[in-house]
């Protein structure tokens, strides 16, 4: 803990917080590098002990980039072939034709809420990223109209639909039966994710124009100069961006399908793991979009290659986000916050939602916010008579999803990818996740007055 305490720790906080806005958007500095500047500052500004300053900023980066960056290489490597291929464009014209060209955004957000299931937000993001590219090219579409919808169904799978790990800690957590779990977050998460994502972007496409050329898109789409060569079929493109989504859920599901400590359970367990998926699935798509596609090996090798690095910068900011979270735990901001939360007398539903909402701004992390808050709150609950935890789980998700600002991983690679400024990011990204947030919690009070 820091010299500084109480509510001069949350003053540093915000003054830490307005400073990366402004310098990141008003003086357009390097998000990179301010992020771990005012990181610093901070840690200092409250009295850490130097030799922890850059050490807690190290295990933040370190904490977050060790999932996060294979799993952004992987997807990427992924995405790349099924573009080369062919095969996002085939998406992209399937959905089309089922929804309509007037109707993508209502398409994006289906097939998120699909896709996201059983896979982090970043996982969903980097295998649905080059449909969205596609889609949106093909329907002369803005990214706004096509993305918002598509990380709107990813969020809310996240934060409130188990096998999401954090949504399945928190139904540990509070004892929550997880069959009643699903079924009312699916009552509450499919209106949620209508509201926030398609008729949110709707409404945000008029207000927001974004520039007419993204970098990042041109090498998840279709060079249509160089002739029309045959798209991969649906069902097998279908198959190859599914697998890893498959193997997540077996993964899920292994204590269900083996009995727990045996090869076939560990191995179960292994293929489960989100980095272990998107490798298999990765190598899949060598055959399915390389070799069957007619590429051979120096061709793939060049794909592999060329699409890692646009996404170097990305991995960096997003690393830098998690090491400024890092430094706001050490310093205690983060427990201070939480002070205020559980100082707050309120109901049981409403404090889940509350002390999650305070250590999602402070931490910048959903699962972290989920996980921790449930871990603040079930003691409380257990100790009220009547709590439903199955709709507290759904508060305490709701609640981790607020406001997604500078600190969170998501924030940059929404930004990044959309090819945004700070501030659109913020009109866009962030209100949807602050959206997201209020009308599930509102969703989950109403349905807590009739189940």
């Known amino acids: 803990m820091g010299a500084v305490t109480g509510t001069t720790l949350l003053l540093y906080a915000l003054i830490a917080?307005?400073?990366?806005?402004?310098?990141?958007?008003?003086?357009?500095?390097?998000?990179?590098?301010?992020?771990?500047?005012?990181?610093?500052?901070?840690?200092?500004?409250?009295?850490?002990?130097?030799?922890?300053?850059?050490?807690?900023?190290?295990?933040?980066?370190?904490?977050?980039?060790?999932?996060?960056?294979l799993v952004i290489g992987l997807g990427t490597m992924l995405g790349k072939m099924m573009a080369e291929s062919g095969g996002a464009e085939r998406i992209a014209r399937t959905l089309i034709d089922f929804f309509g060209e007037k109707n993508v955004h209502w398409a994006m957000v289906t097939i998120a809420f699909i896709v996201g299931l059983p896979v982090f937000f970043e996982v969903g993001f980097v295998l649905l990223v080059p449909i969205a590219f596609n889609v949106a090219k093909r329907t002369g579409t803005s990214m706004v109209l096509v993305g918002i919808p598509m990380v709107a169904g990813l969020s809310v799978v996240h934060g409130l639909i188990p096998p999401h790990p954090a949504a399945l800690l928190a139904v540990t957590a509070y004892g929550a039966d997880i069959g009643k779990t699903i079924l009312y977050a699916l009552i509450v998460g499919i209106p949620t994710a209508i509201i926030a994502g398609p008729l949110f972007a709707r409404l945000m496409d008029r207000y927001v124009k974004l520039p007419d050329v993204n970098p990042l898109a041109a090498q998840f789409t279709e060079d249509e100069s160089k002739g029309t060569h045959e798209l991969p079929g649906f069902g097998i493109t279908i198959f190859t961006i599914l697998l890893p989504v498959a193997l997540m859920l077996i993964g899920s599901w292994a204590d269900l399908l083996t009995a727990p400590k045996t090869f076939a359970n560990d191995f179960l367990k292994l293929i489960g793991n989100s980095v272990m998926a998107l490798l298999i699935a990765a190598l899949v798509s060598f055959y399915t979009f390389g070799k069957a596609r007619g590429f051979n090996r120096e061709n793939i090798l060049k794909f592999t290659n060329e699409c890692v690095a646009p996404t170097a910068i990305i991995v960096l900011v997003v690393g830098a986000g998690g090491g400024f979270g890092r430094v706001l735990r050490d310093s205690g901001i983060s427990n201070a916050i939480v002070d205020v939360a559980t100082g707050a007398h309120v109901s049981v539903l409403l404090l889940g939602w509350l002390v999650a909402v305070l250590i999602r701004i402070a931490t910048g992390s959903a699962t972290v916010a989920m996980t921790t808050a449930a871990g603040i709150v079930a003691p409380i609950a257990a100790s009220v008579p009547g709590t439903r935890p199955e709709l507290l789980v759904l508060t305490t998700g709701a609640g981790s999803l607020i406001l997604s600002h500078v600190n969170d991983g998501g924030f940059w690679l929404v930004k990044e990818y959309f090819n945004m400024t700070v501030a659109q990011t913020f009109k866009t990204w962030s209100v949807c996740e602050t959206i997201i947030s209020v009308v599930a919690l509102l969703l989950t009070l109403a349905l807590a007055t009739v189940v």
């Open 17 to 69: 917080v307005i400073a990366l806005v402004v310098l990141i958007a008003k003086f357009k500095l390097n998000p990179f590098i301010t992020l771990v500047v005012v990181s610093v500052l901070l840690g200092f500004a409250v009295g850490m002990p130097m030799g922890d300053i850059v050490k807690s900023f190290e295990a933040g980066v370190g904490g977050t980039l060790g999932h996060i960056a």
